[in-house]
């Protein structure tokens, strides 16, 4: 154990001062002390905390060990897995996710048998637990961090509400307070991992940014203890890819959606993020009696939750998606979880969030006090506000089509190619191949995906949304290495490592070179 330093202990200046102690925030605090400079981390509240954010993804855990072993971090690299996790750390909660499972509803009316499998889709994300994504149970994880972040010499404070910012020549200054009393910090450099709306955008009056075409959003969520899985209400009469349950579960509706996320600790988390349309119909603003009314109209939600607690109160965000409008400064940077964010579907936050923490690294590694560290900032920037564009572009297009579940599940489509190319691709230490999110960059997927995601806006026929479901498998189908394009799984997509061998030539290696990135990254389960 670390202990928290005093505040004798606060030095006179500090190279980088990074404000919020969530898991985005404590992993750059301890690459920039891996790199050498003095950091504090800086925390409003105290741990452990709630937080929201949850769900982790191939990607994400994949730039998560990247991390880790570029700059030395054998702690964290541990949690990239649901097995290692197990083995070493047992006591830090979290949840088994084996792949992304959607079902769809229609508001107020009962589930009808689905033997063709039309109103569902599985994707799984794993072939085995060991190797599994997983959820992270924040209030655990994000206080490990912080303990490890304290290890590695980082100074940590708790507790300190921070006023404002004043930027001077040679660094910034950092004023608030403490147990009521005047804290002043000087820093070279300050990176924001406070979260949408957070303090330097507050501090800053930075202005605040719509998203184009993108629909008016809220949530509603909590946790809670006693949630029943969907395979004992309903057992499944086939064998799906992987246990329904243990996945980010979604269930679909016209105007919005539910996540289901299940802990190894008893708790479950789960919310609703609808448009304003349906978050007023429900009046969000009660509450539990918000959640109540939308459980009533989903009889199998309702069969789920029935008789359990809740373990908070439940939050509302009126206001979901939020995009900074300005990134960076000359001694400030945002992370991507506080220059924007869209909404908790598909899991997109963490790899955006980690792709930043990455790019913010390299900079500072790189070109921290030289001629090119302005012109880095920039780039970042500009790669964030891109890639958060993108993300917008395909959750907008989703929600479009809430009440068409056969397109949703196209359009879903579209990121589950880009995100497994682009993991297969750094899996082979090609990461050149896939270097955006979302792969919106790429020079025929990037342009096409942004045309067909314009589209979903404007189907007014069975005839359009026949043709845009065949036109999305059309230009899915040069970078599908998970059988997508697959019609005959009927909605059920499997990790096998024959749709890996099938498209070795896609990224550009043979067969065998395909077997040993397999075998390097555990894929063929072995009895422990």
Partial sequence: MCASIAKAALSPKYDIAIVGSGFAGSLMAMI??????????????????????????????????????????????????????????????CGLKRGFTFYHHKLGQQDAPDPGRKNQLLVAASPHDRISDTHWFRADFDAYLVQQAQCLGVEYIDEVKLDHVTESADGVILVGTQDRQPVSIRAGFVIDATGP???????????????????????LYSHFSGVRRLDEIEPPQ?????????????????????????FNNGITSAGVAATDTLAAELHFSDGADAWERLLGLLPTLGEQFAGVRTKRPFTHVPRLSFLSGVICGDRWALLPSAAGFIDPLLSTGFPLTLLGVSRLANILENDWHSPNFDAGLQEYAKQTRNELH?????????????????????????????????????RLKKPHLAPSFLLHDHPVFGPACRKLLERSHYLKTEQDAASLIADVRHFIEPLDVAGLCRTDRRNWYPVDAKDLFASAAKLGVGREEMALMLESCGFYARVQ
């Fill in 32 to 93: 920039v002390r891996r790199l050498g400079h003095s950091v504090i981390l800086l925390e409003r509240s105290r741990h452990p905390r709630f937080m929201i954010g949850e769900s982790s993804t191939p990607l994400s855990n994949l730039l998560l060990e990247d991390l880790a072993t570029r700059y030395d971090l054998p702690a964290v690299r541990l949690l990239a897995k649901w097995g290692s996790w197990q083995r070493n750390h047992p006591e830090i909660a």
């Fill in 197 to 219: 709306r957070g303090f330097l955008h507050r501090a800053l009056h930075l202005a605040e940014e719509e998203f184009p075409n993108y629909p008016a959003t809220q949530a």
């Fill in 238 to 262: 086939e064998f799906p890819p992987y246990p329904v349950d243990d996945a980010a579960v979604h269930h679909v509706f016209d105007g919005g959606w539910i996540w289901v996320l299940r």
């Fill in 390 to 426: 993108a993300t917008s572009r395909l959750i907008a297009g989703l929600y479009a089509n809430m009440n068409n579940f056969p397109v949703f599940s196209a359009l879903s489509l579209l990121y589950f190619a880009a995100a497994s190319f682009s993991e297969t691709a750094r």
